[in-house]
């Protein structure tokens, strides 16, 4: 299990955050989390004990019980996008349990953005008034520690990227080695560029990159680091970027 021991910027030694496996360290009896390799994340503040889960599928208790384990509680959970992998529901004739297990366990908040709420609801079978929607810049408040909403349409329409401090989870608008693929219901090419190019772009060197799958040597990897080594953040224009890296 991966627990985050980085340094901590001025103002960030209260932020909790653990970056969890599926098929490592929960959910280990289901060798389809293996195969899939989901990270999910659990972000909040120390010293409130407060936290959130973000994309937690395939075991939601477990997860739970992972937190609690840690002293913390969870009060709301965050959605990257609305496939089953990450949300909960049916893929490859499988059946993942999600966001709507979790709700049946805890009754919390679950924050998507706005451009998502259909494409969740349609997964998940979750009613409109079981998600807080959220615009792009949105900061949802965890005791004392900020976590942004950056809304990164591409890989579909109302993906969003999760930042605390100087970290950022990615879900897969940007991996390690590349970025999300476009070519299932939703996706966008130019609308990817535009979310990695400039929103993830303009973000500091410092800026830690946490992926929503393990995908390549490493778990995650600073911003300035995968400038130089993922192609994806290398800049060009956008018709040869959308001609290279989407589908």
Do not use: K
């Amino acid at each position: 299990m991966t627990v985050d021991s980085s340094p901590a910027a001025p103002g960030e030694d209260r932020v909790y955050c653990r970056q969890l496996l599926a098929g490592r360290d929960f959910a280990r009896g289901d060798e389809f989390a293996g195969q899939m390799a989901n990270f999910v994340y659990a972000l909040g503040d120390r010293s409130t004990g407060q936290a959130l889960l973000v994309d937690p599928a395939y075991a939601p208790r477990e997860l739970v019980d992972l937190l609690a384990a840690d002293d913390m509680r969870l009060v709301g959970a965050v959605l990257t996008h609305y496939h089953a992998d990450h949300a909960g529901g049916a893929i490859f004739g499988h059946a993942i349990a999600g966001i709507t297990s979790l709700l049946e366990e805890v009754d919390v908040p679950v924050h998507v953005q706005r451009d998502e709420v259909e494409w969740v609801i349609e997964t998940t079978g979750l009613t409109p008034s079981s998600l807080t929607s959220h615009g792009a810049g949105d900061v949802v408040e965890v005791g004392a520690v900020a976590i942004t909403l950056l809304h990164t349409p591409g890989h579909t329409p109302g993906s969003q990227c999760v930042l605390v401090g100087r970290r950022l989870v990615t879900g897969d608008t940007l991996f390690i080695d590349g970025c999300g693929r476009t070519d299932l219901p939703g996706g966008d090419g130019l609308a990817l560029y535009d979310s990695i190019v400039n929103t993830i772009g303009s973000l500091p060197d410092t800026t830690a990159v946490l992926p929503g799958h393990d995908y390549s040597r490493v778990a995650s990897a600073e911003l300035g680091t995968l400038r130089s080594t993922n192609p994806v953040l290398v800049p060009r224009a956008a018709a040869s970027w959308i001609a290279a890296f989407t589908s």
